[in-house]
């Protein structure tokens, strides 16, 4: 367990993800296969709407849970290293500078819990919010997809579509290199933020050396201070939920406006999901990673409508350029952030 390399450990990671996320689950192949064709579909209706170009999935693979959590675990490595990293940097000054070496253990339990959590609850990363790695695959929780089709009172292949038009919207918006290079930023602000607790955290370390399933039972939960005091941290953590609700809200406009000539029914689906699905809740959090939550995206959302109403469509399309995008602050100040952005373009 301690002699995997890289900050991350990533075989550990699996390990709990699997755990969380229980059996593989059959996959019923003609709702796969159509899942896989309204990906492609939903790629060109998302570039119509875009203002701006991104390249189609390298491969688009329906999955179970199990599977999904599996690929995650790569795909969100990059989040949690700041948080190995800061492990060790806390710890090297401390004297429980012994405990360097369970700084990628930590980050593994911490994405492993976090992508078994959700394997089974989200459609796909458009729900968590969070960048995927490099790969720019398209990876979709098929079996979420086809109990949400059973669920809403809307006929399933709008469903379906929907999920496809989400999921490739988050690939594209992260498809910007700023939006990639600020995402690293906050959510490395966030992790410098944060204080380790180190009596909270030898009392969970003690008997991994023992018991190494026990890996399984530590409380990852920064919100109650038990890994992590987090206290001087809320500023950090705010900016960074502000900037992946602001994304997340990028993503779910391009679906609303992809979707509203092929999908009669998409407010129906859109306000079910997310009554159904919050990700704020303590239930849904996962040791120091930050997902979006619903408040965060719909402002979001609502930020973009009220500028493009304000102020115009050729408005709006500053919003995707580097200098446009929003301060977490202005995500709730649609007129200081024209005032910052609009009023020396002589284009506007």
Known sequence: MFSRPGPVNVDLAREVSRHLAGEPQLLNPWASEELIE????????????????FPPAS?????????????????????????????????????????????PVIA?????????????????ACETGLPTGPSNRTLLVA???????????????QVRM?????????????????????????NEDYASSLKLAPDSLMEQLGSIGNDPSAIFQMDLDVEGADLFDSSAAEPARQNLNAFLGMTGGMARWLVAKAGARLLPDIDTIASEREGALDLSDPAMQTGAIVTASSEAVACGEAFLDEVEGRFGPAAAQRIWQPDGFPTP????????????????????
């Open 38 to 53: 309204l990906v492609r579909l939903a790629e060109y209706q998302i570039s119509e709407a875009a203002p701006f170009s």
């Open 59 to 103: 491969t688009v693979i329906p999955l179970g849970p199990r599977e999904w959590g599996d690929a995650m675990v790569e795909e969100f490595a990059p989040v949690v290293e700041p948080f190995a990293v800061r492990f060790g940097e806390g710890t090297t000054a401390h004297p429980l500078g012994m405990l360097i070496p369970f700084g």
């Open 108 to 124: 593994g339990a911490q994405l492993g819990t976090m992508t078994g959590v959700m394997s089974g609850r989200v459609i796909g």
């Open 143 to 157: 079996t979420v997809i086809e109990d949400l089709a059973d669920q809403l009172p809307v006929d399933g292949r």
């Open 162 to 186: 929907w999920a496809a038009l989400y999921e490739t919207a988050h690939r594209a918006v992260f498809s910007l290199p700023h939006l990639r290079d600020l995402f690293s930023t906050f």
């Open 329 to 348: 602050d202005e995500v709730h100040d649609p007129v200081g952030w024209a005032a910052r952005v609009l009023l020396d373009d002589p284009l506007w």
